[in-house]
């Protein structure tokens, strides 16, 4: 398994385009200076010794010392001892919802910043269980498979927004189906789900969805988003809000938490409902539940020990420079004077 430590350092790759780009623009430079002089050829024999090939060879080396050497300060690493252990916890799926009701202000900044944050909590909390990510609004998908990686875990989740889902709606069934999918009922662990959603403009029978599952001794634990009053759903355009949806007369529309539907899927999922606030997120009762599953034991593989690999790219970045210091921008007139193809 390959790995860097230093990942960031690599953002500095991104320089070689600019780099590139400025070579082209003085070498261009440089092109119309000369053809100012007068003649190619002519100019070519007043400067006999320069050589017009060797600076792009010596850039070209410049270059791969420079890439090498990023390389070398990320440090990548290999994973060389892989360690098979038994670990004791739960499979947990969250399914999020992300239709853009949940942009409402009824929970501070927003219902999905407000969600998103109880469940990065959440992670920080989990020991030996596994966690998975599925969002959905008018469609469903799978953001993280179940892993123990709970660093990705964290990573994925800051990546979610409104945006990510191209179809709008609510469809908490095709979510739960697409949890059931997701899961490996083979290993034996206990399953539950955690669906966090306002419940609003549901497309389709979320109930039977959530006794399916419970038939298959997979608990749905519900969290509502939002509040019974509701709040306007604002508008962005590039990033700021303009203003708030309306309907056909012009009037601010209200989100409203759906809580009734929201208490009927946790009902039929054999699960707990729990409506999120501003100072409390609910998670803590419904961990409380999933925290009494009984904890099944599974294999899980990691990679224990890395090498370092920087020194072969310091080497390298170290040959490349050797080379370009050693290449001159003027030419070997002896070597220029040999002729091994003319015909005497």
């Not at 890439?67 to 252990?85: C, D, F, M, Y």
């Not at 509502?224 to 529309?253: A, C, M, Q, W």
């Amino acid at each position: 398994m390959l790995r860097f430590e230093h990942i960031e350092f690599l953002w500095a790759l991104a320089a070689i385009p600019l780099l590139v780009l400025l070579f082209w623009m003085v070498r261009r430079w440089k092109k119309k200076a000369l053809a100012n002089l007068g003649d190619h050829h002519t100019v070519k024999k007043m400067m006999p010794e320069v050589s017009f090939s060797r600076p792009v060879l010596k850039f070209v080396f410049f270059l791969l010392a420079y890439a090498s050497l990023i390389l070398g300060i990320a440090n990548p690493q290999i994973g060389t001892k892989i360690e098979e252990a038994k670990r004791s916890g739960s499979d947990l799926m969250i399914l999020l919802d992300v239709s853009n009701s949940m942009l409402a202000g009824d929970l501070a900044p927003n219902r999905l910043e407000n969600a998103k944050r109880a469940i990065s909590q959440l992670i920080d909390n989990l020991h030996n269980d596994r966690i998975g990510i599925i969002i959905f609004a008018g469609e469903a998908y799978v953001q993280l498979p179940i892993t123990t990686d709970h660093s990705a875990a964290k990573l994925f989740l800051n990546n979610i927004t409104t945006d990510i889902v191209p179809t709008q709606g609510t469809a908490i069934g095709a979510a739960i189906d697409m949890g059931m999918k997701s899961f490996n009922f083979v290993n034996g662990t206990s399953k539950a789900m955690i669906l966090m959603t306002d419940g609003e403009n549901h497309e389709d029978d979320a109930v039977a969805a959530a006794k399916t599952a419970r038939s298959k001794d997979v608990a749905i634990h519900v969290v509502g988003l939002g509040s019974p009053e509701g709040g306007p759903v604002p508008i962005y355009k590039n990033g700021r809000p303009v203003g708030f949806h309306t309907d056909e007369k012009g009037k601010t529309v209200m989100s409203k938490l759906n809580e009734q539907m929201c208490k009927e899927i946790s009902e039929a999922g054999n699960g707990v409902y729990v409506r999120a606030s501003n100072a409390n997120s609910g998670l803590g009762i419904v961990m409380d539940q999933v925290n009494k599953m009984q904890k099944k034991t599974y294999d899980s593989k990691d990679f224990k020990s890395y090498e370092d690999r920087f020194q072969f790219f310091l080497g390298l970045s170290l040959l490349f420079l050797l080379l370009e210091f050693f290449i001159s921008n003027r030419k070997n007139l002896k070597l220029s004077e040999l002729n091994l193809f003319e015909v005497r």
